[in-house]
């Protein structure tokens, strides 16, 4: 399938950003300070999440002794000190596809569950910020993904309605969830997660990398 957008919203963290592998690193760490080990399979359950659902997700996993606020909030100061030393990678193909994107006149909208104090200088640094038309942040939105509320809100800022013609570029079930609901087609760019068939049924394109989702956007 090849299709030529017009307007096409991002998501982040997985999708844009090689954030996902830090997170999954920061919980096993949290969780091992709190005494409890976990292998990343299980830290693979919050990938999408906002932190109420993340917690909930371990809750069910793990049941209720752990203080599961306490761990998030460490899992967190683990993620930026790990990220400050490091540096955060960006996703292969990720400058070129963006950059080609806009050369070709297409609408470029991002909508990410990380709160905008975290996600702004991320962008910034990593020179991705202007390239966005528009930007919804986590903390901007009453609902995070899966609800589709992210994503009628980037609609809504670059002053469309709802639409099949609009695509989404999402790594994670709660995203494309988040954006089929919204009414938007989806691009799925695969990550960490382990994709349950129902989810991948769901996206309109899958590619296997960035730099490969040109082709199917009719510019390469």
């Given at each position: 399938?090849?299709?030529r957008p017009r307007t096409v919203v991002f998501d982040m963290d997985g999708t844009l950003l090689d954030?996902?592998?830090i997170a999954i690193r920061s919980w096993v760490a949290a969780f091992a300070e709190h005494g409890i080990e976990i292998d990343r399979t299980v830290a693979l359950c919050t990938i999408g999440c906002d932190p109420p659902a993340a917690r909930a997700a371990y809750r069910k996993l793990l049941g209720d002794a752990p203080d599961y606020l306490?761990?998030?909030v460490r899992c967190g100061e683990i993620f930026h000190q790990t990220?400050?030393?490091e540096g955060i990678p960006l996703k292969r193909g990720a400058r070129q596809i963006l950059s080609l994107?806009?050369?070709e006149g297409v609408r470029l909208g991002l909508a990410t569950s990380t709160r905008r104090a975290s996600a702004e200088p991320e962008l910034l640094e990593l020179g991705l910020h202007d390239l966005f038309e528009?930007?919804?942040y986590g903390d901007e939105v009453s609902e995070r993904k899966p609800s589709p509320e992210i994503y009628l809100e980037a609609v809504r800022r670059l002053g469309l309605l709802p639409s099949p013609e609009i695509w989404a570029v999402e790594d994670s079930a709660n995203g494309i969830r988040s954006?089929?609901?919204a009414g938007l087609s989806v691009a799925w760019v695969p990550d960490l997660q382990n994709m349950p068939p129902e989810i991948r049924a769901l996206a309109d394109i899958t590619s296997p990398h960035?730099?490969?989702l040109a082709s199917h956007f009719e510019l390469a």
């Open positions: 399938m090849t299709v954030t996902e592998a306490a761990i998030q990220a400050e030393r994107l806009r050369r528009i930007r919804v954006a089929k609901t960035l730099d490969q």
